[in-house]
């Protein structure tokens, strides 16, 4: 792999070979060469998840949760994670030399289809794709190592019917009992997804309902007017999907 990282420790192995090339070509551009590196590669989610923790406790950086489902539906918690495919889709740059400006640097990385995707907070963040598809990249057009290299993405095969049966079998079981801490399994789980994709955290989906779950419960109770029980109830249960 010929793509240069700025420490011998950052991680590339989990990109996504298509990733690579793309990488590879503009690593190779003679703009480029020597004057850029790359300084934050791909994660584990072993490593992603060690690093929320941290986060959680305040003793690191800001960190995705791995486990926060993407609206997309298909990634999870930070691009730089491996993803249910198993690769991962970002990379940060670092300037390495002053004879190339930031913004000069993103313009010939967007013409390889590696995009600042939140630019105006963090230049150095790039990613060949989003949740919808591949960026284009035009500097690739017609060469035929882009065309071959297209691994196509081994996206998870939905069951749509199967999920929302196991999601009216929870919901009847909600009815009946409704979760409380200490509650666990997988109607438990499903809260906490849904509570994270809504924006109030409660951790990782471990299907335990502990303190940081009863506490999301009613900040979601709050938002939506019904009595904040920290308890989930049918209606509690209901409002997670409105
Ligand atoms: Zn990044």
New binding site residues.
């Given amino acids: 792999m010929n793509i240069p990282t700025t420490k011998s420790s950052i991680q590339l192995d989990l990109l996504h070979p298509r990733f690579v090339t793309r990488l590879e070509a503009f690593f190779s551009d003679s703009r480029i060469k020597n004057r850029v590196a790359v300084s ?1 590669g791909c994660r584990s989610y072993a490593a992603q998840l060690r690093l929320y923790r941290l986060y959680r406790a305040g003793k690191g950086n800001l960190a995705a949760n791995p486990d926060w489902q993407r609206p997309d539906g298909f990634f999870k918690g ?3 994670q491996e993803q249910p495919c198993g690769h991962s889709f ?3 740059l670092r300037q390495l030399s002053r004879s190339i400006s930031k913004p000069d640097i993103n313009k010939i990385a967007v013409t390889y289809g590696i995009v600042p995707t939140i630019q105006a907070k ?1 230049w ?3 990613q060949p794709r989003n949740g919808k598809g591949w960026f284009d990249a035009p500097a690739l057009k017609g060469e035929a190592s882009e065309g071959t290299i297209d691994v196509p993405l081994l996206e998870p095969v939905v069951d749509w019917a199967g999920i929302v049966a196991a999601i009216l079998a929870q919901r009847q079981q909600v009815t009946r009992r409704p979760l409380i801490r200490g509650s666990r399994g997988d109607a438990v789980k499903t809260a906490q997804s849904r509570l994270g994709a809504l924006g109030f955290d409660c951790g990782p989906a471990d299907g335990i309902f502990g303190r940081k779950t009863a506490w999301a419960v009613k900040q979601l109770q709050k938002k939506k007017k019904l009595p904040t029980t920290g308890t989930v109830d049918v209606h509690t249960f209901d409002a997670l999907f409105t």
Avoid: K, T, Y
């Fill in positions: 934050s930070s691009f730089h970002a990379v940060d963090e150095w963040h790039h």
